[in-house]
């Protein structure tokens, strides 16, 4: 069975530049998770989606925003990037209902360095 | 409302040594709990987790964790530590009533000394 993907594994963006990362769930699991993993600051909740809808939303800024697609996968896009977000972008999955009780997969994370 | 407390963000140990690594929760329901490890540049990798069966947890890798409800703890431990247990280590906790959310501790960094 196929992990949760990500990609692409590494970004370099240049200030100002706008950022799309992806991730495809373990094949079964309709719920997304967005976290950012700042140097020294721990897990950051970005965002939750599941079936298409956008369930919970971190204390980020507007300029984070994302979607999921009917087959579950889903993007991560940052507009106007700035040197802050320079991090590990990890994504997890979770069957319907049931990540509180399962808890969550990770993906390996995208990489992204703003210059 | 529920959240984790990793009381040091960082734990040396010699090889061989036993292994404490620390979590307190905040819970108004009983609580689901998870032990995290990620390995540099990795995503995160699920150690174990409590679903209010037995107290006692036994994970991967030769770790284990003790639900204390008095104590509103969850510590893993390792007897003897390993150089391939130097990693970041995440706590986590939920709720059945917060929808699919984990909310996850600080991390505590383990170092294993030769």
């Known amino acids: 069975e196929a992990g949760v993907t990500q990609s692409p594994t590494h970004l370099i963006k240049t200030r100002g530049q706008q950022a799309t990362l992806r991730c495809s769930p373990i094949s079964g699991h309709t719920s997304v998770y967005w976290y950012q993993q700042a140097l020294g600051l721990g897990l950051q909740f970005l965002l939750w989606y599941d079936e298409g809808e956008e369930r919970n939303r971190g204390n980020f800024p507007p300029r984070f925003s994302g979607r999921q697609f009917p087959n579950y996968s889903s993007e991560l896009n940052v507009n106007a990037l700035e040197l802050e977000d320079s991090a590990l972008y990890l994504c997890?999955?979770?069957?319907?209902?049931?990540?509180?009780?399962?808890?969550?997969?990770f993906g390996s994370g995208t990489r992204l360095t703003v210059v | 409302a529920q959240s984790v407390t990793q009381l040091g963000s960082h734990v040396s140990v010699s090889e061989g040594a036993l292994v404490l690594l620390r979590c307190n929760y905040s819970?108004?329901?009983?609580?689901?709990l998870f032990w995290y490890v990620q390995y540099p540049n990795q995503g995160l990798q699920l150690l174990l987790k409590?679903?209010?069966?037995?107290?006692l947890v036994k994970g991967i890798n030769g770790f284990e964790a003790e639900f204390k409800k008095s104590e509103t703890s969850f510590h893993l431990t390792k007897p003897s530590a390993h150089m391939s247990d130097a990693a970041e280590y995440f706590c986590?906790?939920?709720?059945?009533?917060?929808?699919?959310?984990?909310?996850f501790g600080g991390g505590t960094r383990l170092m294993v000394k030769p």
């Open positions: 997890a999955s979770s069957t319907k209902g049931q990540g509180y009780f399962n808890g969550y997969t």
């Open positions: 986590a906790v939920s709720q059945n009533n917060a929808g699919n959310m984990l909310t």
């Open positions: 409590y679903t209010s069966a037995a107290t």
């Open positions: 819970s108004s329901v009983p609580p689901y």
